[in-house]
């Protein structure tokens, strides 16, 4: 190789100020701003390192780059590793981005070594690596934190199993269930999300490395070895495409958008839960705040927050896929706008991950009102239809409709169905009779719920084991 300095950031630098000149201050300070994307992606800088030091170990190992250069670039990007973690690292925003303002500085500590490390590479191979390692960073950091919420709903599942509430369908009541079911049913939500962000990374782990910009190289690279160094499990096949799609990030996006609706939905069943006309469950002053008007007032602010965020998740991955719409092979500047919603979303699921985690934690239940609640409304009339069937042997459709007249007298006496008289049942239909009493209780109706999947407490248990299996 040339021992000429090459110097590319001095000239890039140099290009900056060339702008600077032919142009007015307005234009050229807007130019940059638009420009420059390294106010968000310097939170690559620790992938873009990895990605840089593979890179140079595989360009000295192909006989590209001297071992002696080569160690003076591991050297060089060992320190401004550390410079970085102490904060004292200056990210300069006429370098534009994270790559530049690396390869500058190490220009800096090490001298015309530094201009070597970008052979057989273009920032375009560099950015959607390190883009594939800070999605499948995250991707790991957020499986973790999804198995920490599933941990403190199964945990409250185990305890609540046989903790009767009622039911609902159309936010009215349908039949009594248990809390731990309840709870459950988000288990399986959020185990699904796991598998969603796991799948994606399956298929994310490929290496852009030696793309460059857009064709490959002409240099004898060897890319199984950045691939293998980096720990992804291939290189990618086709450079255009390497250096072109984000589907990756979409994926990422979506699953993170489906797990966010899912918060949502959990989020807004505590708000619901938490009021005075429900009364099911209360959250902890860790995680609630009150009114600077009204002293009684104790608000779900953490619930509703969660229930908010899902809008900027969903809205992210829309950003992205607007983005990337239309946009023809190969690179595109327009996707350098890829990163800021995936960081948003990122960041927005693990402080709502982290959030949900510690109210289910903390929750306390009043199971006198849930017990009550799962009682009113006629929540066991469907055991009195599936008794009809069973023991007098009717057509479920019958027995439907002959329950529904029992609810009707029941409704019209103002009184609960445990209230009417045996006479009342014989008077709607001959097949009833005082056994049907027995039914009534919501102990009974969840205790009868033992198909696989169903409420019945002992199924909860026995579920919120399986779970601990599978999930944790
Ligand atoms: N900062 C750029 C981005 O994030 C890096 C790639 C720039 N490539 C280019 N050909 N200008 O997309």
Redesign the pocket.
């Known amino acids: 190789m040339s021992k000429t300095p090459t110097s590319k950031t001095a000239d890039h630098t140099a290009a900056s100020s060339i702008w600077g000149g032919r142009f007015a201050e307005g234009p050229a300070a807007v130019m940059q701003k638009i420009n420059a ?1 390294i106010d968000f ?1 310097k939170r690559l800088a620790d992938q873009d390192i990895r990605g840089s030091v593979a890179h140079c170990a595989m360009l000295v190992a192909t006989g590209i780059l001297t071992a002696a250069d080569g160690e003076v670039i591991v050297n060089g990007l060992g320190l401004i590793r550390q410079e970085i973690a102490a904060g004292t690292f200056v990210f300069r925003a006429e370098l ?2 994270i ?1 530049m303002n690396i390869e500058a500085r190490l220009a800096e500590l090490v001298g015309e070594a530094a201009g070597r490390l970008h052979t057989a590479r273009s ?2 191979d560099q ?1 959607a690596t390190d883009f594939r390692l800070w999605v499948r960073d995250t991707i790991d950091g957020m499986g973790l934190a999804l198995r920490d919420l599933q941990a403190a709903l199964i945990g409250q599942a185990e305890a609540h199993a046989a903790t009767v509430m009622p039911g609902f369908t159309h936010l009215q009541v349908a039949q009594p269930v248990t809390f731990g079911h309840h709870l459950l049913a988000y288990v399986e939500m959020f185990g699904r999300d796991r598998g969603r962000l796991a799948d994606a990374r399956g298929r994310l782990n490929e290496c852009p490395l030696g793309s460059a910009a857009l064709a490959g190289t002409s240099f004898p690279i060897d890319r199984a070895m950045t691939a293998a160094a980096l720990g992804f499990d291939r290189p990618t096949a086709n450079s255009l495409d390497a250096v072109s799609d984000r589907d990756f990030a979409l994926e990422f996006l979506a699953a993170a958008a489906i797990c966010a609706v899912h918060l949502s939905r959990l989020a807004e069943e505590l708000v619901l839960w938490t009021t005075s006309q429900f009364g099911f469950v209360s959250l902890s002053d860790k995680f609630t705040t009150g009114s600077s008007i009204m002293p009684q007032k104790r608000n779900p602010d953490a619930a509703e927050l969660v229930r908010a965020k899902a809008g900027r998740v969903i809205g992210d991955l829309n950003a992205l896929l607007i983005v990337m719409k239309g946009l023809p092979l190969a ?1 595109s ?1 327009d ?2 706008d890829d ?1 800021e919603p995936v960081f948003e979303a990122a960041d927005t699921l693990e402080l709502c991950l982290a959030a949900m985690a510690g109210m289910i934690r903390d929750l306390t239940l009043r199971e006198d009102r849930l017990r009550a609640a799962a009682g009113a409304g006629f929540a066991t009339a469907t055991d009195i239809a599936d008794w009809l069937v069973r023991v007098a042997g009717l057509p479920f459709r019958q027995a439907h409709h002959i329950t529904g007249r029992v609810v009707r007298l029941a409704e019209q006496r103002g009184c609960r169905l445990e209230d009417l008289a045996e006479a009342d049942l014989k008077a709607i239909d001959d097949h009833l009779d005082a056994r049907v009493f027995a039914l009534l209780g919501v102990e009974a109706s969840v205790a009868s719920r033992t198909s696989f999947g169903g409420t019945a407490p002992a199924n909860v248990a026995t579920a919120a084991q399986a779970a601990r299996q599978r999930f944790l």
């Open positions: 994307s992606d534009e981005d790559h920032r375009n950015v690179y500047k996707m350098q990163k």
